[in-house]
């Protein structure tokens, strides 16, 4: 007993240490963390419970027998998070280089069945190598086995994947599974194949930064959901992040006191939509005046920015928002607002968030580049998406909701609940220019007789009524009450019920 | 009042705060008011209060509110019997009071010829010398060339000002020390007054160092009756532009007081003064006055005046114009206490005062309680700051027993006073509020350009009290924590408990702070540095003002949140900070300081569009969030603006070009 008591904490003692001081240094001066600061900045303090600290690898070739570090590179366990459950992996870069062997992909995947079970988010950090090469094949059973999880827990609990150091090859297909992704600026990179391989093959010179870097994905791939300035910051708004969902599909979002009134006036708002419809204006600011406490949590701000989505709150619950931005690209749907959008729906409606959707959209973007590039698929993926989803869908149209884009942005016939409109709302097939040359092309040489019809166009579309008369839109609100209206219907809604019919799985246009 | 005429409907021919300033007079008269409005200002603030308001045109100035014929009809087609005209625009316009006479209609200012002589920098000079009027020594013609212009400087002695006739807001105006000086400067603002004021001519007197700029407001009507209602001291300008004004001054005594107020009536008398008007002097450190001119109008600042006096100038200007006599004499007019005014710009303090426009997203004014608090707003939240007027948006007046009562009410006042969606001075304002300087009362027209430069940095500014910030951050963030903890679904044994230690982090510094929940009122301590701060605070998450009693003291902090950084503005100065367990603050020692390296070189078009507007040119500097170009995409306009601080290396596209996304717009050096 004394023996087996003192080899345990040997054990302990040398799983705890990782790679050793040194590599714990190196991982410290490349301004990274440890696996385990990690885990103990993210979880509140003494909740961790680690398991399989003693699992070690069953590689025997290359030496490999030789060197082994209990654990075998990756930490797991569960603890809470602001009290609540949270399961969670953190990958040991000290240990060789983070790199997943067969053992170190059970542990992950442990933890993740076991995630699914009790109902609760698993939150992978991850900081590896890649495959360990030595194992051969069975890290790559390795990886698959991983994905196989992260797809069964798809949609059952939010799985949220922390890039905090490499990520490449294989491994990038864990995160991109799941739910969302978040970086932390130049210690961070994902790509399916590196420079080196990139130069060989197609003769690129780039980065590791420039390939993969937090504002690649950030930016211009609209792979990750948000990059931070560091692990500290990256791990303490994680924690925030996870104070919007609910542990799993069973449940609803957590509930936040607040003293925020539901009555809240925001007089300021009369004002928002310009007087000059060619002007633009920052949707966001409605989406701040509408919130709980003016607390909004954007996801990829700077990915398809013509496009809002993140989480908010209304009288204390979790609400999902999907707004238009007419600051950029006057708002139009395009290939990746689409996609950035859809994802987004079919998150909410699968964790029971309400959806609040603010719709300002001239329409989708035209162009050779949009349609060689599929938007005809790719804009069917949000009209899917909000089709699908049962949640309670609250809309509210600011100013513009012409031609396909009124459909899909959760329009009154893909079953939203509640869709007001502002008075300064057109609901139309298109633009009243556009409409005119259409409809009265004989009339073109004649700048009077369009001018008329013009103006007679805009009396029957350039207006809330049109659509009101057909039922289309539930009312009109003035925009200062726009926050009261929504809490009034969000708790309407709140015991909403809607099933769609029996089915393996949709057929979604990917 | 002896005489009961008075209109029943007046016009107001101008805008923003002034135009809400005299509307408020008007409504406390009984008198119903008439906007007038551009349409930049189609729903602003003044047209929402007046009784009627009249569409006058396109938004500049010169094609609305400047058109005389314009205004005259607005007048005949709402019936209003008389026009005040504010300040600016066509408050000193003769012409415009003459076609107003022409028509029946009042002017409500003072007699045309009075404008017309004082408009004049020589005319007005020789008036005042001739009426007993001390005027600084020089030479009252026009200075026909630099030639002769050396010549009287000599007589004059140096330093001399070399003046243009039509001068104003320092344009035309040049400081000789020398006859090289005196050569150069009498070309440059010849030409300078010629190309801005159409009229080139010049005159010469000396240069008044360090001089204080105090003015005298006087009262006069149209039966011989005048008063003087004390100074005003306008010494706080940057640029010629006032920013601080006071009444009384700290610096002259009852005697100079008297001598200036009576020359000042003196002045008005001899051009047949009626309705309120401002005679400006410049004082030099021996309490020398010397008149410099007279504005014929209702000046920016003179609620000072009102607050100090207890008369409505307003009230008072429209009751003249209607032809009634003055119902005060001198002995009736007591300075009581001290009145303050800060003028609230829209404009960058920390890029060299350039005006802000845009949308006011936020606006909450200070509380206009005890009657000692006035705020004097043209805007309010949801308007526009538009490209087209002055950005001046408000003015915050306060009034107290003595200066420092006004001093102190007014730093209060500008922390409470919240503006965003524009960038505005009122952390500048506090800074100077805070300036042992200006404390003391011992300052110069020189004040500003000595003490700030061109441009103004918040973190320079001494905190009165370092220990105050890292205190509030330490007690919001603990706010949160603990609400946090009411979080549902956690699991049993699991709750979340809030510790008490700390680590404020800011300027890089580690602060450890111990905060404690104390019953049963609900307050915090807070332990800093072995010094206790008991801290009692209704604020809730959503509010820009963190209002609280610390140790007994009444302090409050505007703040906003950036992710997990805490933003703390007060008094003119900014703290950042972060708070976290001494866990996570020992970890952040190990994360890397970021250089701010990562800047895009180009500005690339986010959307295919036609540009239709470019608003740099090439080398010039630019700052983070300036206008650089408007790309015309969907029928609507999307202006891109500076990611960065920076200059414009190269511009490589030009207006009309039809852009690809992507397409390098300009180059960033």
């Given at each position: 007993m004394q023996e087996i008591i003192r080899q345990l904490d040997e054990k302990r003692a040398a799983a705890r240490s990782g790679g050793g001081q040194h590599r714990i240094d190196r991982q410290h001066l490349r301004g990274k963390l440890t696996a385990r600061e990690r885990i103990e900045l993210f979880l509140?303090?003494?909740t961790f419970e680690e398991w399989d600290m003693f699992v070690e690898h069953r590689c025997t070739e290359?030496?490999?027998?030789q060197q082994k570090i209990p654990g075998d590179g990756v930490v797991t366990g569960y603890g809470t998070v602001c009290g609540r459950l949270v399961f969670v992996y953190s990958q040991d870069f000290t240990v060789f280089g983070g790199s997943l062997s067969a053992a170190h992909a059970e542990k992950i995947c442990k933890i993740v069945d076991q995630a699914i079970k009790a109902g609760a988010p698993v939150v992978g950090l991850n900081d590896s190598g890649g495959?360990?090469?030595?194992?051969g094949v069975e890290a790559l059973a390795g990886y698959a086995e991983v994905f196989q999880r992260n797809v069964l827990a798809s949609g059952v609990i939010p799985q949220i994947s922390m890039i905090m150091g490499p990520c490449a090859g294989g491994a990038v297909y864990s995160p991109a599974i799941t739910d969302f992704i978040f970086m932390v600026e130049n210690t961070s990179y994902m790509f399916v194949t590196g420079p080196d391989v990139v130069k060989t093959v197609t003769h690129e010179e780039v980065t590791a930064e420039q390939l993969g870097g937090a504002r690649t994905h950030t930016n211009?791939?609209?792979?990750?959901d948000l990059a931070f300035d560091n692990d500290v910051e990256a791990l303490l708004m994680t924690r925030r992040f996870l104070n919007?969902?609910?542990?799993?599909?069973r449940e609803k979002a957590p509930f936040w006191p607040t003293?925020?009134?539901?009555?809240?006036?925001?007089?300021s708002l009369d004002t928002l939509?310009?007087?000059?419809?060619n002007k633009s204006y920052d949707m966001k600011e409605l989406i701040l005046k509408v919130v709980d406490e003016h607390d909004f949590f954007e996801l990829?701000?700077?990915?398809?920015?013509?496009v809002i989505i993140g989480f908010g709150r209304i009288q204390g619950s979790t609400v999902g928002i999907v707004a238009n931005q007419p600051m950029v690209q006057a708002g139009a749907l395009d290939i990746a607002s689409s996609r950035k959008a859809a994802r987004f729906v079919r998150f909410c409606d699968a964790f029971n968030i309400p959806i609040l959707t603010l719709v300002d959209v001239p329409g989708f973007l035209p162009g050779t580049a949009q349609e060689y590039g599929a938007i005809i698929k790719h804009g069917a993926k949000l009209i899917y998406a909000y089709a699908e989803a049962t949640v309670p869908k609250v809309t509210v149209i600011t100013r513009k909701a012409y031609g396909g884009a009124y459909d899909v942005m959760s329009s009154k016939h893909l079953r939203g609940d509640v869709n007001f409109a502002w008075p300064t709302a057109e609901i139309a097939v298109m633009g009243p220019k556009g409409a005119v040359e259409i409809i009265f092309r004989q009339d073109m040489n004649d700048p009077e007789k369009i001018k008329n019809r013009t103006e007679e166009y805009c009396t029957k579309f350039?207006?809330?009524f049109a659509v009101g008369s057909r039922g289309f839109i539930d009312d009109v609100i003035m925009p200062h009450n726009t926050r009261t209206r929504i809490c009034r219907s969000l708790a309407m809604l709140r015991e909403k019920k809607l099933e769609n019919p029996w089915r393996k799985h949709g057929n979604i246009p990917l | 009042m002896t005489n009961n005429t008075m209109f029943s409907k007046i016009l107001i021919a101008n805008r923003g705060e002034i135009a809400c300033r005299i509307i408020k007079t008007a409504k406390a008269m009984s008198i119903c008011t008439v906007a007038v409005y551009s349409d930049a200002d189609r729903g602003a603030l003044h047209v929402q209060m007046a009784d009627e308001a009249v569409h006058i045109g396109p938004s500049p100035a010169f094609e609305s509110y400047l058109v005389m014929e314009k205004i005259i009809a607005a007048c005949k087609q709402t019936g209003a019997?008389?026009?005040?005209?504010?300040?600016?625009?066509?408050?000193?316009?003769s012409t415009f009071c003459q076609m107003l006479a022409d028509e029946g209609i009042v002017f409500i200012g003072p007699p045309a010829p009075a404008i017309t002589a004082m408009g004049d920098k020589i005319t007005s000079k020789k008036i005042a010398l001739k009426a007993g009027v001390n005027t600084i020594p020089g030479h009252t013609e026009e200075v026909p060339n630099a030639e002769e212009a050396v010549h009287i400087a000599a007589q004059i002695g140096y330093p001399v000002m070399i003046k243009a006739t039509?001068?104003?807001?320092?344009?035309g105006m040049r400081v000789a020390h020398n006859e090289a000086q005196c050569l150069e400067g009498f070309e440059r603002a010849s030409s300078e007054a010629l190309s801005s004021f159409g009229d080139g001519r010049i005159f010469i007197e000396k240069f008044i160092e360090n001089p204080r700029h105090i003015e005298i407001q006087i009262l006069a009507d149209s039966h011989g009756g005048s008063v003087y209602l004390g100074e005003r001291e306008?010494?706080?300008?940057r640029r010629h532009q006032k920013v601080i004004e006071e009444?009384?001054?700290?610096?002259?005594?009852d005697a100079t007081r008297k001598a200036m107020g009576e020359q000042a009536v003196a002045l008005g008398k001899a051009v047949d003064y009626s309705s309120a008007g401002t005679v400006e002097f410049v004082v030099d450190k021996n309490r020398n006055f010397y008149f410099l001119e007279m504005n014929t109008r209702l000046q920016v600042e003179h609620p000072v005046t009102e607050l100090t006096t207890g008369l409505d100038l307003v009230e008072e200007m429209i009751k003249i114009a209607a032809g009634n006599p003055l119902s005060?004499?001198?002995?009736?007019i007591k300075i009581n206490g001290c009145s303050m005014e800060c003028r609230v710009y829209a404009e960058d303090p920390f890029s060299g005062f350039l005006p802000s426009t845009g949308r006011l997203t936020r606006y909450c004014l200070p509380s206009e309680e005890n009657e000692k608090v006035r705020v004097d707003t043209g805007v309010f939240e949801g308007g526009e700051i538009s490209?087209?007027?002055?950005?001046?948006?408000a003015k915050l007046v306060t009034y107290g027993e003595d200066r420092e009562e006004a001093t102190s009410l007014m730093r209060e006042a500008l922390d409470e006073y919240v503006i965003r969606g524009v960038k505005h001075n009122i952390g500048f304002l506090g800074a100077l509020m805070n300036h042992p300087k200006f404390i003391s009362g011992d300052?110069?027209?020189?004040f500003i350009a000595q003490e700030y430069g061109e441009d103004f940095n918040a973190e320079d500014v001494i905190q009165q009290d370092p220990a105050l910030p890292i205190v509030v951050a330490a007690i919001i963030h603990r706010l949160y924590m603990d609400r946090a903890?009411?979080?549902?679904g956690q699991l049993q044994g699991y709750e979340r408990r809030v510790q008490d230690n700390w680590v404020v982090i800011s300027g890089g510094e580690h602060y450890e702070v111990l905060v404690t929940p104390f019953q049963p009122d609900g307050g915090y301590r807070v332990i800093y540095q072995g010094k206790s701060y008991s801290v009692l605070t209704d604020w809730s998450?959503?509010?820009p003002l963190f209002r609280g009693n610390i140790n007994g003291r009444q302090i409050c902090f505007q703040v906003e949140r950036y992710g997990i950084t805490y933003r703390l503005l007060r008094m003119g100065g900014r703290t950042d900070a972060k708070v976290m367990t001494p866990l996570a603050a020992d970890l952040h020692r190990l994360m890397p300081l970021r250089?701010?390296?990562?800047?895009?070189q180009f500005l690339q078009a986010?959307?295919?569009?036609?540009?239709?507007?470019?608003?740099v040119v090439e080398g010039q500097s630019i700052r983070a969030g300036d206008e650089l170009a408007i790309i015309e995409a969907m029928k609507m306009e999307n202006i891109l603006r500076a990611p960065?601080?920076?200059?414009?290396?190269?511009?490589s596209t030009q207006v009309g070009d039809s852009l690809n996304v992507d397409q390098v717009i300009l180059e960033f050096s």
């Open positions: 509140d303090a003494n290359f030496g490999m027998d495959a360990r090469i030595q194992e211009r791939s609209g792979v990750a919007f969902l609910p542990p799993s599909n003293s925020d009134p539901a009555d809240r006036k925001e007089y939509v310009p007087h000059d419809p990829q701000p700077d990915y398809a920015a013509n350039a207006n809330p | 019997q008389a026009v005040h005209p504010g300040y600016g625009f066509l408050s000193e316009n039509a001068g104003g807001g320092g344009k306008c010494s706080i300008q009444a009384p001054s700290p610096f002259l005594d005060i004499t001198q002995e009736d490209i087209y007027y002055d950005p001046m948006i300052f110069t027209t020189n903890a009411h979080l549902s998450f959503c509010q250089e701010e390296n990562s800047n895009s986010p959307m295919p569009g036609l540009l239709i507007k470019l608003s960065h601080d920076g200059m414009i290396k190269k511009i």
